[in-house]
């Protein structure tokens, strides 16, 4: 299959076609998700919490998602590949956030990398872009900035819209070549869509995006408990997975397993 590139993402924009995300962290999704035909593949910092079991994206370390990240890139034959930079990562200066992502360019293959923010954001994603590295900006919501944000929140509400927009519109021009809105209202999220010529790819920010993202931990019912209400569930992968686990447990006791067939 041909490789997604970033021109086929604002291709696919231009002929009203949508495309989707997912966040894949492993071999196996990597190649399911490429299967299934899944546009971009997101080696997120969401790493933290669906496989570091952190409760925030904060404490995961640039070491910690390489590895991760060149899974992905090994697995996935068609899928854009998209790696995240994790917090205290490249805020620091465009210099850091080269340096970093060089790292995941050069260890991990990825083929883009993601950073969160807005207009403070603009020179990191300038000086990457600037070096041959693809970014993808993601504003609106940002976990990484959870604290001075107060909680997971709807941003871009009322008076607030026009930021949201303002900030859109100076990651296209510093040369992201898309943004994810993560948590603004579906008009807003609209109105940046249209003002854009590079694609928007919505999560909680309704369905006139360009293209969708969702963590499939929460996407297809690994994660369970409280979910936010942007995620619709399609698939009860937990619930397989104990049924699994507890039917092996029980022939193991029972002394069912291994059977005959099983053994030497
Ligand atoms: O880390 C992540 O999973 C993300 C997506 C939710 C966009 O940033
Ligand atoms: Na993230």
């Excluded at 996407?219 to 039917?247: C, H, N, W």
């Amino acid at each position: 299959p041909r490789r997604i590139r970033t021109h086929h993402l604002r291709e696919a924009k231009q002929r009203g076609e949508r495309f989707s995300m997912l966040t894949a962290y492993d071999q196996y999704t990597a190649q399911i998700f490429d299967e299934a035909g899944i546009e971009v593949l997101l080696v997120g910092d969401s790493a933290s919490n669906n496989v570091y079991g952190n409760e925030t994206s904060l404490p995961v370390t640039v070491d910690e998602l390489i590895p991760l990240t060149r899974a992905v890139t090994r697995s996935a034959r068609r899928a854009l590949v998209v790696a995240d930079l994790p917090f205290g990562s490249y805020q620091a200066s465009p210099e850091q956030a080269y340096l970093t992502a060089v790292r995941f360019m050069k260890e991990a293959g990825a083929h883009a990398v993601k950073l969160e923010g807005g207009l403070p954001m603009t020179p990191q994603v300038r000086k990457l872009v600037d070096g041959g590295i693809p970014v993808m900006a993601h504003i609106g919501f940002t976990p990484q900035s959870e604290h001075t944000l107060g909680g997971y929140r709807v941003q871009g509400r009322g008076e607030a819209a026009s930021q949201v927009v303002a900030e859109a519109k100076a990651m296209q021009e510093a040369g992201a070549f898309a943004i994810v809105m993560e948590m603004v209202p579906g008009d807003v999220a609209a109105e940046v869509t249209a003002a854009l010529d590079i694609p928007t790819i919505g999560i909680g920010a309704g369905n006139r995006c360009d293209g969708q993202v969702l963590v499939w931990q929460d996407a297809f019912g690994l994660r369970t408990g409280r979910m936010p209400r942007f995620v619709k569930q399609y698939a009860d992968v937990r619930s397989i997975l104990l049924e699994a686990a507890r039917t092996y447990a029980a022939e193991v006791a029972s002394g069912e397993f291994p059977g005959p067939e099983h053994t030497f």
